[in-house]
């Protein structure tokens, strides 16, 4: 069973996800050749203040 993560910085819709779930599914269902009810997804959604880059809080870019 193909296990994905994807971790956004913010927060993203119902629909938004709805659209991701869908699309990453149909990719991993293709391209590994598994059932689409074989792939479990997690989308965590972080805080723009817990996320740095280059030393700078992404919140403050």
């Known amino acids: 069973m193909p296990y994905v993560s994807i971790r956004v910085a913010g ?3 119902k629909e938004q996800k709805q659209k991701i779930a869908k699309g990453v599914t149909e990719v991993i269902s293709e391209a590994a050749n598994k059932p689409k009810d074989s792939i479990l997804l997690f989308i965590d959604e ?3 203040d817990n996320i740095a880059k ?3 809080l992404i919140e403050d870019m």
């Open 11 to 13: 927060t993203l819709t």
């Open 54 to 56: 280059g030393g700078v």
């Open 46 to 48: 972080e805080s723009r």
